[in-house]
């Protein structure tokens, strides 16, 4: 049986909030570390039913980084759910709720933008 490993480094500063995100994957084409601003990481544990969860990101993540990071999270969880699921009908559902999601953030930036 084949093992792949994925390793994650947070450097965190004093108050631990994240400085730095970085993670390796031995499958990975990637030679060194890839730096990255913010992170979800789920496993779903059967013997509760229950979803854990790793929601970190850096203090340097922007507003406009972390909704593109939300909107393709959400486009990308649809997509995995229709694979494992075959439930196109709520496929298209997620993507329509993820879809004006990021619309409200934009409408919201740009409301903020004119007042500021």
Known sequence: MKKSTITIDV???ENRVPDSIHWKATESTADNA?????????????ADKAALRIDLWT???MIDEMADFFYQTLMTMADTYGRATKYADQVTEMKTFAK??????????????KAG
Request: proline share 0%; no cysteine; hydrophobic share 40%.
């Open 11 to 13: 450097q965190m500063d």
């Open 59 to 61: 203090k340097d993540m």
């Open 100 to 113: 004006e999601f990021y619309k409200k953030f934009q409408a919201k930036q740009l409301e903020e933008n």
């Open 34 to 46: 890839q730096k990255a601003k913010a992170m979800m990481v789920s496993f779903w544990d059967s």
